[in-house]
Structure formats: structure tokens, C-alpha cells
Nanobody, 125 residues
Framework: HVQLVESGGGSVQVGGSLRLSCAASGYTYSSYSMGWFRQAPGKEREGVAALDSGGRTNYANGVKGRFTISKDDAENTLYLQMNMLKPEDTAMYYC????????????????????WGQGTQVTVS
């Protein structure tokens, strides 16, 4: 049974930083994709960043240069370091995972991912 549990959200001032964590359990695929999505009130859930077991990453245009996705394999934890936060980054952030990889980069498409966490709120003001 795969479980993804996010943490690290909170309220931060414009220009500040947060690091989100996603602890994965029951997830031991050698080939995988994992990502972060976000959903603001009244908007569709959108992909923010993703990585795969091949070491490839993919970022949404609006977060390139500000956000960094990484994974600690020993802890089986996915991270999203968010710097220079803006009010438009305010949203519920979700961790997602799936077995396998895509080509050429891990997708930022919601339908690619089969496992989801419950989300952690990020508010920038």
C-alpha cells in the first residue's frame, strides 16, 4: 500500500523560502516518477516540478530558477525547495508518484501519476 505524506507547508512573506517534504512508504519501485503539483482555489491542479529514477527533472516555467526538486533515496523522501516565493505561489501542494518513467522528461501531467498525498498548504503574502 503506497502512502505519500506531505509536510513543510505554512505561511511565508513574499521573497521567503519553504521546503516541502513528501515521505513515501510502500513505494519501492526501481523505476519511478515523482512530482509536486499545486492547486489554488478555483483553479485546476497544475504540475510544478517532477523527477524520475533516471535523475531527470522537469519544472513548470513559472518556478524555474526558484524551485528545486530532489529526493533522498535512503529516506525515501521527496523534497521541494521553494525560494523567492510570490503571492501567486499560494496553493495547496500535493506530492504525486507513479511507477515507471516517461520520455524525455518526467511529465507535469496530472494523469501520469497514480498515487497522491493529501496536500500541504502554502500561503505567501
Amino acid at each position: 500500500h503506497v502512502q505519500l505524506v506531505e509536510s513543510g507547508g505554512g505561511s511565508v512573506q513574499v521573497g521567503g523560502s519553504l521546503r516541502l517534504s513528501c515521505a513515501a512508504s510502500g513505494y519501492t519501485y526501481s523505476s519511478y516518477s515523482m512530482g509536486w503539483f499545486r492547486q489554488a482555489p478555483g483553479k485546476e491542479r497544475e504540475g510544478v516540478a517532477a523527477l524520475d529514477s533516471g535523475g531527470r527533472t522537469n519544472y513548470a516555467n513559472g518556478v524555474k530558477g526558484r524551485f528545486t526538486i530532489s529526493k533522498d533515496d535512503a529516506e525515501n523522501t521527496l523534497y521541494l525547495q521553494m525560494n523567492m516565493l510570490k503571492p501567486e505561489d499560494t496553493a495547496m501542494y500535493y506530492c504525486a508518484a507513479t511507477r515507471g518513467m516517461a520520455w524525455p522528461v518526467p511529465p507535469l501531467v496530472r494523469n501520469w501519476y497514480g498515487y497522491w498525498g493529501q496536500g500541504t498548504q502554502v500561503t505567501v503574502s
